[in-house]
């Protein structure tokens, strides 16, 4: 079992920063990919960015291509989201999410375990 924990979603003006953190336990990732979707409401769950655990390389949807970072600090099992430039559009509940594959999957059914999902609401 992994838990996964994400914190850091607040209330940003449109043009600003924030960033997410997603806490994970109860398994080593040595073979995961981890990735950050987003649901706004009355949309389905989108990807936003992946990484693959054990060698940092990162994969992003179109949409936030340039403005968002995904990263990991491995010692402390905690994926981040790097948000820039943030747009009115992002506002959504943001999710970390894990799934034990070495294949990238951009889709939500293909991840086994997920967060509870914060909140990020950016004003215009």
């Known amino acids: 079992q992994v838990q996964l924990v994400e914190s850091g979603g607040g209330l940003v003006q449109a043009g600003g920063s924030l960033r997410l953190s997603c806490a994970a336990s109860?398994?080593?990732?040595?073979?995961?990919?981890l990735a950050w979707f987003r649901q706004a409401p009355g949309k389905e769950r989108e990807f936003v960015a992946a990484i693959r655990w054990t060698s940092g390389t990162t994969y992003y949807a179109d949409s936030v291509k340039g403005r968002f970072t995904i990263s990991r600090d491995k010692a402390k099992k905690t994926l981040y989201l790097q948000m820039n430039s943030l747009k009115f559009e992002d506002t959504a509940v943001y999710y970390c999410?894990?799934?034990?594959?070495?294949?990238?999957?951009?889709?939500?059914?293909?991840?086994?375990?997920w967060g509870q999902g914060t909140q990020v609401t950016v004003s215009s």
């Open positions: 109860g398994r080593t990732f040595s073979s995961y990919v």
């Open positions: 999410a894990a799934d034990p594959s070495i294949i990238v999957h951009t889709t939500r059914r293909e991840y086994d375990y």
